[in-house]
């Protein structure tokens, strides 16, 4: 009976969560791509999106990922991220954009399609994927630490927390290797999924590296996409905890 009391009470936070669950709205522009050749797709998960007209994915063979920008970062005021990161801020971002960069080279060397190969130069028949971190807002985990509630047996049940949320944005171009031409721009920017229970409450970045595995995986399925495929966004719920 307290078992299943326990279970029905976890399933009514689960649907509360996935209904109060949605994706972040856009962030600022801030330069590294032309916002006003851009627009959202409803066949593409980003909030902005261009391709160049007539572009033929066919003639090329390998993929470059170019280290991860932080110039272009811009910083969002909170009082917990001065209290506690406000001078480590610049460092976060540079370990944030080195882990985005492995990130996509791993995602394309472990795509099965085997698609594109991962240069360490661009050559010619290269796409250059070139990408800036231009929002990192990270997680408080002194503030989600103290949100877990007791509860049942010990099991914990993470309250929701709108006000205190994880976000990461970027704004990407892809350049023809050859001709150094930009042929695509995407900008995006995403939240914190929400979960019953995760250790990712318990890092600053959790949450931003769990979002950057996405879009790793989403531009792996940008170079596979056929004429006329839809690539879905990600889920704003999660139930597993890691």
């Known amino acids: 009976m307290r078992k299943s009391f326990i279970m029905l009470i976890l399933c009514g936070v689960a649907a509360t969560i996935a209904l109060n669950g949605c994706k972040a709205g856009a962030g600022k522009d801030a330069g590294f791509v032309d916002p006003s050749v851009m627009e959202k797709r409803a066949d593409l998960p980003f909030h902005k999106a261009w391709i160049k007209e007539g572009l033929d994915k066919s003639t090329y063979d390998s993929v470059y ?3 991860v920008s932080t110039q ?11 209290m506690f990161r406000y001078h480590q801020i610049q460092q976060d971002a540079e370990k944030i954009a080195v882990f985005t960069r492995e ?13 594109f190969e991962v240069v360490d130069e661009p050559r010619e028949n290269t796409f250059i994927v070139e990408l800036a971190i231009i929002e990192l807002t ?3 985990p002194f503030l989600k630490a103290g949100s877990y509630a007791p509860f049942g047996i010990g099991a914990g049940v ?12 970027f704004e990407a171009r892809i350049r023809d290797g050859s001709t150094g031409e930009t042929v695509a721009m995407f900008t995006d920017r995403e939240q914190e999924k929400k979960y019953i229970v995760t250790d990712k409450h318990l890092t600053w970045y959790g949450h931003a590296e769990d979002i950057i595995d ?8 940008l170079g596979n996409r056929a ?10 719920f999660e139930l597993k905890p890691w």
């Open 227 to 236: 004429p006329g495929d839809i690539i879905s966004d990600t889920k704003t």
């Open 65 to 67: 990922i170019a280290p």
């Open 158 to 169: 993470s309250l929701i927390n709108s006000t205190n949320l994880s976000t990461v944005a």
């Open 214 to 221: 996405d879009w790793a995986l989403q531009f792996v399925a």
């Open 103 to 115: 990130a996509f080279v791993k995602a394309f060397k472990e795509d099965p399609n085997h698609r």
């Open 138 to 140: 990270p997680n408080n």
């Open 72 to 82: 272009y970062l811009i910083v969002q005021n909170n009082w917990w991220r001065e």
